[in-house]
């Protein structure tokens, strides 16, 4: 079976691409796939069409915008079980999965949409003969560069509110995720949206990616992904002053100060390290555990794991699989320092990847600073956390951390001045709300997409100031 993508989305309607160019690969339903690499003709074309619909749609109320972006709500709902198989193509994270995300993708929207209509102009009285308006404005055509790990939530925790700020979007997909978005285009011709405001581009990150950021009438570009490319991306961009939103890699910890309810503890570690098999940007890949209750924390996990033996993995692409499995061919440990760990085969036609968890390594390995992005972890002991918080904020990264103690008040001394975006205290990494911020320290990087944060992320701010004579 061959799945063939070869159309871009512009003006409302699906129309061929120019190029006869593919990025060919199989995926884990052992379906060819062939994805378009759209070449500079389609990119000038959309970029032109979504320049026209930014001016469109900039003028249109909050009100008109957030009614629109409701809708969208609504039909992500009502096609939730279309959305969610495509999603189980592209990705092979189980449908039951798929249709829990795509739930949530439907509350971002309305999230999104609660906002919008929010929007409004701020006057600020200076003195008697002075005032000031504040108002927002968008900052115009935006390019959304979507990752395969979780396509539809990355794009729904981005475009309504890039939507919602007034913006015009050209969205590009993973070239191994397209199909979900294809589809949650095809639901727009019910949206009434005005032509040109949301444009769809397929292909690979090295040609289209790379020739779409340059592209005329581009002035911000979103772009979730891996830190090597945020920082190509952000650098082609200083060229012509283009804005950014960064939403990039992570090596997140996993922080354990107490026993007590150790069992819920660990728990919560291993949905954090092993959920979407732990291709998760803030996925937990460390652990650092206080010395007096590391063994027991290491007999606790012991415990879980052969309780549950047949714990496997499927990695969403080969080309992943494969990066994975040469980084843990490098990485020296001997037998003493495995808590689990099962042997793997180069050639894996499932992907399957079994946890491997570790203890004890050298301080600085490879372990502890490169995002490797499948359930791999790396277990310490700490014995003073002032040392241990000095440690976790000299690392590049500062996505997320996860801190389990029965003492609130103790964490929230250990959380300030800590260098991680996101921080659940007691918690895992699927505990997200549409109402807050999410985004990076360093490496992990700029910019905050969701709460209030989403539109003002896409927003250019006028100060216009009034003198009466
Ligand atoms: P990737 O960087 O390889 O690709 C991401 C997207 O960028 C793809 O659509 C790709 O085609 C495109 N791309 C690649 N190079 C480009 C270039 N030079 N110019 C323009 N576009 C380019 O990342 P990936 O392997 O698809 O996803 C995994 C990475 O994404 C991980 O590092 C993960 O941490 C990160 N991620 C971060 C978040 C977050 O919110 N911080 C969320 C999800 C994923």
């Known amino acids: 079976m061959i799945s063939y993508f070869n159309k871009l989305y512009t003006n409302n309607k699906w129309v061929k691409s120019s190029s006869s160019n593919y990025y060919k690969f199989t995926n884990l339903k052992n379906v060819k796939v062939k994805v378009v690499i ?39 709902k ?113 949206s009434n949206l005005p032509k040109g405001v949301l444009n769809l581009v397929l292909g ?123 980084f843990i061919k490098k990485i020296k440990f001997n037998k003493n320092q495995i808590i689990f760990k099962k042997k793997l085969k180069k050639m894996n036609k499932k992907n399957i990847f079994y946890p491997m968890i570790l203890k004890n390594l050298k301080k600085k390995n490879p372990l502890d600073e490169t995002e490797i992005f499948g359930p791999i972890l790396n277990v310490h002991k700490f014995k003073n956390e002032n040392v241990l918080k000095k440690e976790l904020n000299l690392n590049n990264y500062g996505l997320s951390c996860i801190i389990w103690t029965n003492n609130i008040k103790k964490s929230e001394n250990f959380v300030k001045n800590l260098r991680y975006g996101r921080v659940w205290i007691n918690g895992n990494i699927k505990q997200n709300y549409p109402q807050i911020p999410i985004g990076g320290f360093n490496w992990s990087g700029i910019g905050r997409e969701t709460g209030k944060s989403g539109i003002v992320n896409y927003s250019e701010i006028r100060s216009t100031i009034f003198n009466k004579i």
């Not at 970029?47 to 709500?73: D, H, M, P, V």
């Not at 009502?78 to 994270?93: C, H, I, P, V």
């Not at 949905?271 to 460390?286: E, I, P, R, W």
Request: glycine letters at 6%.
């Open 38 to 76: 759209s070449n500079k003709k389609d990119i000038s074309k959309i970029s032109k069409n979504a320049y026209n619909g930014y001016n469109i749609w900039t003028k249109k109320t909050s009100k008109k915008k957030s009614l629109i972006i409701k809708k969208i709500s609504d039909l992500i």
């Open 78 to 190: 009502s096609n939730r079980l279309t959305l969610a198989k495509a999603e189980n193509n592209d990705t092979g994270k189980n449908l039951k999965q798929c249709l829990e995300e795509i739930n949530y993708c439907s509350s971002l929207w309305k999230h999104a949409s609660l906002e919008t209509g929010k929007i409004k102009d701020k006057i600020l009285k200076i003195n008697k003969k002075t005032y000031c308006k504040i108002s927002q404005e968008a900052v115009g055509v935006t390019v959304l560069i979507v990752p395969w790990n979780f396509p539809l939530i990355v794009l729904s925790e981005r475009l309504p509110y890039i939507l919602g700020a007034g913006c015009s979007v050209i969205v590009k997909p993973s070239e191994f995720a397209s199909e979900s978005i294809i589809k949650f285009f095809d639901l727009l011709k019910k």
């Open 204 to 326: 690979d990150g090295k040609y289209t990616g790379s020739t779409l950021i340059k592209a005329k009438n581009v002035k911000m570009i979103s772009f979730t992904g891996s830190t090597e490319n945020g920082k190509k991306i952000m650098k082609s961009a200083s060229e012509d002053l283009k804005r950014v939103s960064l939403e990039l890699g992570g090596k997140n910890p996993f922080i354990l100060f107490d026993k007590k309810n150790l069992k819920k503890a660990v728990e919560n570690l291993v949905l954090s390290f092993t959920h979407n098999a732990g291709q998760a940007c803030v996925g937990v890949s460390k652990v650092y555990v206080k010395e007096e209750i590391f063994l027991d924390f290491q007999n606790e996990l012991k415990n879980y794991f052969n309780y549950f033996s047949n714990f496997n993995y499927q990695i969403s692409n080969y080309q992943q699989y494969l990066k994975i499995y040469n």
